[in-house]
């Protein structure tokens, strides 16, 4: 696998096509691609005009499209592990529709998604991934679970730190629970390994990029500028930045404001995102539809450039120790200091940005640490810890 492209950015705003044709470019150029939609409201059927299953569809020369059923995965990943929690619902009291509801937990619809992207990394079929995700709060949700769904396995369960079989005594006397049996704990065991396997992927700069695509106006920018934040929060590599449905000039007298309104967001682009590669695209006098079409628009996109290329490499956290002093470093532009909080729980530190959190498992040196103060430096959060 040479590279994970993954475009995220509000509804609308042309996530979709820009996937699509990125894949279509690419398997142009010859590279065997792979796109993949993790959006429930599958839409790349209606961007190549054809059917596009829930497996790997053929799309024609060296291209492939999947769109994800979460039900499926579910079922072929997790029978046991869906099958056990029902049952334990069902133990408490729960009648047992209710109980198997219950028992789709959120987040297994995220993870869902991204073990197709283990399996499709691991078969050695693709040189490519291209994925069309769901709109920023969504795919947010995708990205930060991989981490967070880890953390909660390792309290929940001593996996990853001791083996499983070993809580089986422990846990008995304690509760009226029917424990998971050997093939349970094998898929929770396995569902771990390969989410903690998805985070390096995806968390990877020289494998995965991030591309947030937004469009001029209010509206999408604001929304884009806290999605760069979020991501970056959770330590992804965010490359590139594509202003998609730009107006051209010959607009003509009904866009005026809208074209006054474009003016001022792309004088601001160029210092709100100046570590970032920045592509524009036009608004198209029609819809792209259909792979040739996907493939000029791609083209349009990227003209000379690669998009396989990695535009920056950020290093979203640092840890640094000078003269005893010790600081944690964390990209995070867009933040308000206010909307911030931190803290240390029993050697990890937890930073909270409005909505979103994320616990850093602190180096050796750090875990006693505590964090004191923390003030902003160009768009960076410097957190003293004693
Ligand atoms: N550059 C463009 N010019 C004109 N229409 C576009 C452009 N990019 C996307 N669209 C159209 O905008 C609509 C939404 O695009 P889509 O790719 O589905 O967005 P998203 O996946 O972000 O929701 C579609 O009808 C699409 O054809
Ligand atoms: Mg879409």
Redesign the pocket.
């Known amino acids: 696998m040479e590279k994970i492209i993954l475009y995220t ?1 509000k ?7 820009i996937a699509a044709a990125t894949a279509s470019l690419l398997a142009g150029k010859g590279k065997k691609t792979l796109i993949v939609s993790t959006d429930p409201a599958h ?1 790349l059927s209606d961007a190549f005009e054809t059917h596009i299953g829930h497996s790997p569809t053929e799309l024609g020369k060296n291209l492939w499209g999947q769109e994800i059923s979460v039900i499926e995965a579910i079922n072929s990943h997790w029978k046991e592990l869906k099958l056990y929690l029902t049952g334990l619902f069902q133990s408490q009291g729960l009648d047992p529709t209710a109980a198997e509801e219950i028992a789709t937990l959120p987040g297994f619809e995220e993870a869902s998604h991204l073990l197709y992207l283990e399996e499709h990394i691991k078969s050695g079929n693709y040189d490519v991934i291209v994925m069309d995700s769901a709109p920023t709060g969504e795919s947010l949700k995708l990205l930060s679970f991989p981490e967070a769904m880890s953390w909660y396995m390792e309290k929940i369960f001593p996996i990853g730190r001791t083996t499983a079989k070993v809580i089986r005594p422990l846990v008995r006397p304690f509760s009226s629970i029917p424990f998971p049996n050997d093939a349970v704990l094998g898929n929770m065991e396995s569902l771990y390994n390969s989410l903690k396997h998805i985070r390096d992927y995806l968390a990877d700069p020289d494998l995965t990029s991030i591309r947030l ?1 937004t469009n001029p106006n209010r509206m999408s920018f604001n929304e884009t500028k806290r999605a760069y934040t979020y991501l970056l929060l959770y330590g992804y590599n965010v490359d590139a930045l594509i202003m ?2 730009v107006y051209p000039p010959e607009s003509g007298e009904f866009f005026k404001l809208w074209i006054s309104a474009q003016e001022d967001i792309l004088k601001e682009t160029q210092y709100a995102f100046p570590e970032l590669r920045f592509f524009s ?4 006098k029609s ?2 539809l259909g792979r040739e079409e996907l493939e000029k628009m791609g083209k349009e996109l990227y003209g000379d450039e690669d998009p396989l290329k990695v535009f920056t490499k950020s290093k979203p956290v640092s840890y640094e120790k000078v003269d005893g002093k010790y600081t944690v470093k964390m990209k995070l532009p867009f933040a308000r200091k206010q909307g911030i909080n931190l803290f240390n729980r029993k050697g990890e530190l937890v930073v909270e940005v409005e909505n979103w959190r994320r616990i850093f498992y602190l180096p050796q040196s750090f875990s006693d640490k505590k964090p004191v103060s923390a003030e902003f430096i160009n768009g960076e959060l410097n957190i003293e810890m004693v």
């Open positions: 950015g509804g609308g705003v042309g996530k979709t096509s839409s695509v998609n449905k695209l036009s608004i198209s819809e792209t």
